[in-house]
């Protein structure tokens, strides 16, 4: 067992943080202020190879694995940029096209994902069937050799940035039996889909959309793996989705220690340093450890997705679960010690809670999280 990152990775690390070092999280907070979109260094990183170094080779990625991707979502958080859509168009949507897309599909669209140059978004969630993905009410129907899709999405990022949205849909309703759920890469100018902001209180540059089809005609290339086999294909993408989102997490807990540490060391209130108290300290110090052991838990849950092994699922769960509150509790200490401070715009902290609590909802909630490892982990019967 080695704990070590590859060299490989070492110098991804170094080559990401180099980048994010020249925006940071002035000009991720400039993007929020002025409504608009970190495309600069999207696209940056983009053509630099690293928000494509997932995907494979042969379409113009880096051919590495998940691991690579953590390190590159880490590493931009950590520098104050965290960046949602990462969880999005190359994890969930660049994996699953890599996995089951047509020659013709991964020719058309994994070369722009990886370049940064395109972006997919990604749409599971609807109004009415919540955490449930077997109530999806969203219809995928035959029209000749094509498909018309209607239904309803909510929350879907970035729909504005994308070229193209992901949607599960339901192609069919066995009798008895869960319905059938297919994946089709659906156009964001395709007519009859209709999109509008949702006004969210998270400080973030992407926006969130709801998402109305009216009948919207997909062409027979639409259809992403194989028809009724949505749900196995989806879940490939949303492991990845998952360690990306405590990559990003790890990475937030990490810029906010490190603002905290160089704070509680120089800012004197009764003498010495007011990291010199316990009251301040320890909170940053478990915190540290807490995220210490996320990091760990993402390394193992990449390498488990990496690896193909039919455990991966239980680790990304852990990981997403213990980098959430683990950042959680080390943005809560990293504002506590920078008192009155802590809510200045100037000091870049506060402005990133939402986006970290948001990390205990989504992509998938605590609480279903730990519906799966009662269940699954733990052998209890399920509640629901
Ligand atoms: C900022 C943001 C970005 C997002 N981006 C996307 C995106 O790009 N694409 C996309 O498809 N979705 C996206 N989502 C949706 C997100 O994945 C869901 O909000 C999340 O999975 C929770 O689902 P829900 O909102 O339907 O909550 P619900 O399912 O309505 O759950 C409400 C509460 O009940 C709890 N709960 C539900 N069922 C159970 C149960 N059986 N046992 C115990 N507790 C339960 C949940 O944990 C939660 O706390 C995004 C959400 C946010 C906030």
Redesign the pocket.
Known sequence: MDFAETAEQAMLREAVGKIAARYGHDYFHAKVESGGHSTELWQEVGSAGFIGVSIPEQYGGGGMGIGELAVVAEELAAHGCPL?LL??SPAVCGTILARFGTPEQRGRWLPGLAAGERKM??????PD????SHRLATVATRDGDAWRIRGA??????VDEADAVLV?ARTGDPAGGRGRLSLFIVDTDAPGLERTVIP?E?A?PEK?FLLFFDDVAVPPEGLLGAEGDGLRQVFQGLNPERIIGAAGANGIARYALAKAAGYAAQRRVWGGPIGAHQGISHPLASAKIEVELARLATQKAAWAHDQGRPDAGEAANMAKYAAAEAALHAVDAAIQAHGGNGFATEYGLADLWGMTR?LR????????I??FVAEHSLGLPR??
């Open positions: 949602m969880m999005v978004a990604f749409a599971i969630t609807e069937a919540g955490s449930n999405k909510h929350f879907i990022s970035g599960v969210m998270i973030a969130q948001v909802t989504a992509p998938v909630s605590r609480e279903m730990l519906n509640s629901y």
